[in-house]
């Protein structure tokens, strides 16, 4: 079974600060992981993939295999990075499980 | 690139009603869709996989019979709620992978409200 777990429902950080959103996953195989971020009023989008190795608005993912991590980091945040956050994992069967989400909000 | 649309963004219905949603894949062909439930302030779960020409795969839990969804086209999936009742309320979210990569991509959702 495949399962993502992000344990920070709210975080919240003042602008220029770093940030950091926590994403554990649980596969047996070979996962591709992947950020999504929904702002408000907004449909999901892609933020970005593990396999493309790329810097996104300024936000960064390194997969860990060895502690099962895939943590979301910007070193500076901005207002307009104020959202909520999915990891999401896909697995063999090229279905999408999503952790539980994590409200980011950005204060000035 | 990469547009999914959904239709309607919102409807709302009688108890008992079947209401049908529309997903499509508007500038590319989309092979497999899926379709998700949101319950506010919660995160997306998936209802079901839907395979061009093939049967859909719902995930555990979901009703087939209640939740029919019908893939026609490599550009349309349709998901209806039959004989809806409040406990339907929820938003509904479709989305569709491009050729053979994992990125989905997803619909604006659409909120469906059951009285």
């Known amino acids: 079974a495949q399962r993502v777990t992000q344990p920070e429902k709210l975080l919240s950080v003042f602008k220029g600060a770093p940030v950091e959103l926590k994403c554990n996953y649980s596969y047996s195989g070979s996962p591709e992981l992947f950020w999504y971020v929904q702002y408000s009023r907004q449909r999901l989008q892609l933020l970005l993939r593990?396999?493309s190795r790329e810097s996104i608005k300024g936000f960064t993912a390194d997969l860990n295999k060895g502690e099962t991590s895939f943590h979301l980091k910007k070193p500076f945040a901005q207002e307009e990075d104020s959202a909520m956050y999915y990891c999401a994992l896909s697995g063999s069967a090229r279905q999408l499980t999503f952790g539980s989400g994590t409200q980011l909000t950005v204060l000035p | 690139g990469a547009v999914v649309s959904q239709h309607p963004s919102w409807v709302i219905c009688k108890s008992g009603t079947s209401v049908k949603i529309e997903c499509r894949s508007l500038d590319f062909q989309a092979t497999t869709m899926f379709w998700y439930r949101q319950f506010p302030k919660q995160s997306l779960m998936l209802m079901a996989t839907?395979?061009?020409?093939?049967?859909?795969?719902?995930e555990q839990g979901v009703e087939k019979d209640k939740f029919l969804i019908n893939h026609a086209s490599l550009t349309l999936s349709t998901l209806t709620v039959t004989s809806a009742h409040p406990e339907d309320s929820s938003f509904y979210i479709c989305?569709?992978?491009?050729?053979?990569?994992?990125?989905?991509?997803f619909g604006p959702g659409t909120r469906l409200l059951v009285l």
């Open positions: 989305s569709a992978n491009r050729g053979r990569t994992e990125t989905q991509y």
């Open positions: 839907s395979n061009e020409g093939s049967k859909a795969t719902y």
């Open positions: 593990h396999i």
